[in-house]
């Protein structure tokens, strides 16, 4: 049975992570780590990691990016591998993960959903092919109205894979408004939509002459994304050091 803390449990993902872990039989959350204490969970939950007296084999995380910093001190720290799932880190906390990974294991991905897994690999084969056919390429992601990061880490992994298929000639463009000029041919537009309760809806449009082609990714719930969160945690529990992506666990 692995044990895992789930960091950041009183939070939607966290609450509905913790409603599919206790569906499955290979893994028990132990622990919660959460300031906010007006939830009732079945593991006892501590206001910070450095509260936390329960040991576990890996730690979930979906909080937010302030917290990150103190998740990366102690998984180092305890040598437990990490499921860092907190999108919007700054530059030098991507370059913390980078050399955190060196110490521990560390599986990040922007989402966790096997669908945009899957259409991250599709768009970056699509623009090796458009891209290079002069189609202009536009990302429309939108999302709930607490999502706080802006554009969202999908729409940037999306891009991210889109610009390595193009070796890396593309930048990347997220507001028009000051802009009275046309687009650049090198560039990927990413325009970002906030409402109501959208769980998360990304398109990748491949714009030519005369033909336009989408590709797209809805997500109906959250739990697409918890049940991806679990198999990590249970894919990375025994691994060694290193950056792993939701990658190695679709191939694994």
């Given amino acids: 049975m692995i044990k895992m803390i789930m960091h950041g449990c009183n939070g939607a993902m966290g609450q509905t ?23 009732q969970n079945p593991y006892p939950v501590f206001p910070s990691l450095e509260a936390c007296d329960v040991k576990a084999d890996v730690i979930v995380d979906f909080t937010s990016a302030k917290a990150v910093d103190g998740l990366l001190d102690y998984s180092i720290r305890e040598k437990v591998p990490v499921v860092l799932c907190t999108t919007g880190l700054s530059e030098e906390q991507n370059e913390r993960v980078q050399k955190a990974a060196g110490q521990v294991a560390i599986l990040r991905s922007a989402n966790m959903s096997l669908g945009v897994n899957l259409l991250i690999k599709m768009v970056k084969e699509a623009a090796q092919v458009l891209a290079g056919a002069g ?12 999502k706080v990061d802006s554009p ?55 714009a030519g002459a005369d033909e ?26 025994e691994k060694t050091p290193g950056l792993y992506t939701m990658k190695d666990v679709v191939q694994s």
Avoid at 17 to 39: F, L, S, Y
Avoid at 153 to 165: C, H, K, P, Q
């Fill in 152 to 206: 969202s880490g999908t729409a940037l992994a999306l891009a991210d894979s889109i610009n390595e298929a193009m070796n890396q000639e593309y930048h990347y463009v997220s507001d028009r408004s000051t802009k009275m000029e046309a687009r650049d041919k090198k560039e990927i537009g990413i325009q970002s939509v906030r409402g109501g309760t959208i769980v998360g809806e990304h398109d990748v449009i491949f």
């Fill in 17 to 39: 992570i913790t409603q599919i872990a206790a569906e499955d039989e290979n893994i028990a959350i132990v622990a919660g780590i959460d300031p906010n204490h007006t939830r």
């Fill in 212 to 237: 336009v082609i989408t590709f797209n990714h809805t997500a109906y719930s959250k739990a697409i994304f918890a049940k991806g969160a679990v198999s990590a945690a249970k894919f990375l529990a």
């Fill in 135 to 146: 189609f202009d390429i536009e990302i429309v992601e939108k999302h709930h109205n607490k």
